[in-house]
């Protein structure tokens, strides 16, 4: 009987450890989600600031955040890009 008791408490270990890896792979793959999210939306914030890619390196040099220029939505960027 004790043996029977034993084993059920080690097959619930091996459960418990098997989900939790589960949830570890998953927090991985969540976590790798939101950074993904992140960076698009800080080359969404980049695109829209209508810099050229030297400007924008002087920019971050140059203390980028106490004179941050006003950001143009990248689709608005892209329209006045056709009315010029």
């Known amino acids: 009987m004790a043996a029977t008791k034993l084993d059920r408490i080690e097959r619930d270990i091996q459960k418990t450890k098997s989900k939790i890896a589960e949830m570890q792979k998953q927090l991985k793959e969540l976590e790798a989600q ?3 999210q992140e960076n698009l939306q800080i080359i969404q914030l980049v695109r829209g600031m209508n810099m050229k890619p030297e400007e924008f390196a002087a920019f971050l040099r140059s203390g980028a955040m106490q004179a941050a220029p006003t950001a143009t939505p990248y689709h608005e960027q892209e329209d006045n890009a ?3």
């Open 82 to 84: 056709h009315e010029e």
């Open 34 to 36: 939101k950074t993904e």
